[in-house]
């Protein structure tokens, strides 16, 4: 039976490929570049389910509802101004970091589009 082809290395702008079977090219392997992707996999697993830090039946009610009366993103960073994109996210204005008081006050909160809300969240985890 003939082998499964390479496909790309899962390190991020890397080039190579790698073998089936593997996440990453052999070069990957060799200079550890996956290190940074198993740090965040690590982070992860320590922070506990979505459910249990408050994003459980109760958050996903009233995102809806909340995202039903501010529909559209507030696009803080002034990436989409000439076609307003639809708001897909809630998002805790100053992050919570577990303060449920924090978390459910509703001067906290705004709408965001996927991108803004990823983007959003890269620069606060980059500190």
Avoid at 21 to 26: K, P, T
Avoid at 37 to 55: I, M, Q
Wanted: proline content about 8%; glycine content about 6%.
């Amino acid at each position: 039976m003939p082998l499964k082809p390479p496909h790309p290395c899962k390190t991020q702008a890397c080039s190579g490929l790698a073998l089936y079977g593997e996440a990453y090219c052999s070069e990957c392997i060799a200079h550890g570049c996956n290190a940074e992707r198993d740090k965040h996999r690590r982070f992860d697993k320590t922070r506990g389910s979505a459910a249990s830090r408050g994003y459980g039946p109760r958050w996903k009610k009233y995102r809806a509802a909340y995202v039903k009366r501010h529909p559209l993103c507030v696009d803080p960073f002034k990436r989409h101004q000439k076609s307003p994109q639809p708001a897909m996210e809630v998002d805790h204005i100053i992050p919570h970091k577990g303060d449920q008081v924090l978390f459910w006050d509703h001067e906290n909160h705004q709408s965001l589009c996927t991108s803004c809300h990823s983007h959003k969240t890269a620069l606060e985890r980059r500190g």
